[in-house]
């Protein structure tokens, strides 16, 4: 019994020891007075905010970082890799933060790794079309013929020569269809265009941009150099590109009518994009993939100048058969645009862009001819030209499907 209470007083005495260094001034109470048990706990306590300091300290200094990524995942609206998530929401151990405090320099640096070597591994940073990759010119996805088409820049983006050089090669490829393009205030446009060098060249297709929020970009344009007032010729390229989505045309070597010595070599193009950070479906509905022609509205034969396709070099075909980089419109993409958005009277710019003359550039003969060039309605024409291509399409032997 006598043992019993004193174990008892022991044990209050060792627990109102606890109590007493708990409130002490010092940081770490004086080892002589802890008894085994009230130690651990009081390393513990002082370990635990001392992590809680210095993250604290740390997510402070790095919060800048984050948040410029997650402003710009929301300006873009661009499904973010697995990479930029691990820059926006990582939350290291202690130590690492420690670490960053110490060499802000050094870490931004790693951060920015991944974006210099995609940028160095390559001077051309290659366009992609966004959403649905089913035909030449998607079924669905055309405007209505005279529709007026609002541009704008997204907020603040791009300086006077980006602008400029954007605006000029946009006008230049809708002189050959009847849509009326309006510019109007930054961010209040249907076609809203980005500078975003962090990000590749893409436009939604058509109408496409219908699904894409207010808010966001809808077309971004990368590596258009703010220094010059003339476009280069790869800069021509990116525009004129995406303007070509913006109209309705998907990439010419995507085409049913691709012909059988243009076949890539599928190792040299998974290596070759690859190192742009393109994934295997990406590479996939770029590249590789043949649209289907049950999903086209209508498609032209195989055009290797046309600027919907892009510069392969010949290394990566089994023939070894490439192809240039396109920096301007070629007349097959002119006249499949005059027949899709047929001009009663052509632009005063391109005065010789009529309807007979971008049948006779298709190679439209015969009864066909007759019917479109006849027509004054550009639904009909559109209808007709439409009849004729699946014609053509269906002579190379229907659909041409790569699984």
């Known amino acids: 019994m006598r043992y019993d209470q ?6 209050d005495m060792s627990r109102s020891l606890v109590v007493a260094q708990t409130t002490s001034e010092y940081p770490i109470p004086y080892p002589a007075l802890q008894d085994e048990i009230g ?4 390393l513990d306590e002082h370990t635990r905010k001392g992590a809680q300091a210095r993250q604290t300290s740390a997510r402070s200094h790095n ?12 300006e873009n609206r661009v499904p973010p ?3 930029t998530v691990f820059k926006a929401h990582i939350h290291p151990h202690p130590t690492a933060y420690a670490l960053m405090s110490l060499t802000p320099k050094f870490v931004k640096l790693l951060l920015s790794l991944p974006t210099l070597i995609k940028k160095c591994a390559v001077g051309l940073h290659f366009p992609r079309s966004e959403g649905p990759l089913y035909g030449a010119l998607l079924r669905g996805t055309l405007w209505e013929h005279y529709q007026e088409i609002t541009f704008s820049f997204h907020h603040h983006s791009g300086n006077h020569n980006q602008r400029t050089k954007t605006q000029s090669l946009v006008e230049e490829c809708f002189m050959y269809t009847n849509l009326t393009i309006t510019w109007v205030e930054d961010g209040d446009g249907m076609i809203r265009i980005s500078f975003d060098n962090d990000l590749d060249s893409s ?3 058509g109408r496409g941009c219908y699904k894409i929020p ?14 010059t007032d003339r476009p280069s010729p790869e800069e021509s390229f990116i525009i004129l590109h995406e303007c070509g989505h913006i109209c309705g045309l998907l990439h010419e070597h995507m085409l049913p009518s691709r012909p059988d010595h243009f076949n890539f070599i599928e190792s040299e193009i998974q290596k070759r994009y690859g190192g742009f950070g393109w994934s295997t479906n990406d ?9 289907k022609q049950k999903h086209l509205e209508n498609c032209s034969s195989f055009d290797p100048k046309s600027v919907m396709i892009y510069e392969f070099p010949a290394f990566l075909t089994h023939e070894g058969v490439g192809t240039t980089l396109n920096t301007k419109l070629s007349d097959v993409d002119k006249a499949v645009l005059t027949m899709n958005y047929a001009r009663l009277k052509p632009h005063p710019r391109v005065a010789n862009w009529t309807v007979p003359f971008a049948a006779d550039i298709l190679g439209i003969d015969g009864e066909m001819r007759e019917k479109i060039v006849s027509s004054r309605d550009p639904r009909d024409i559109r209808k007709y ?14 659909e041409c499907i790569v699984s």
């Open 81 to 83: 890799s697995l990479w």
């Open 385 to 398: 030209y439409t009849e004729w291509s699946t014609q053509q399409m269906e002579s190379l032997g229907g």
């Open 6 to 11: 004193e174990e008892d007083e022991t044990q």
């Open 214 to 227: 207010q808010s966001n970009a809808t077309t971004n344009l990368q590596s258009i150099d703010p220094n």
């Open 39 to 42: 130690s651990r706990r009081l």
């Open 203 to 205: 436009s939604p297709v």
């Open 63 to 74: 919060a800048p970082v984050r948040d410029s990524y997650r402003r710009r995942l929301e």
């Open 283 to 291: 590479i996939k509905k770029n590249i590789t993939r043949f649209y």
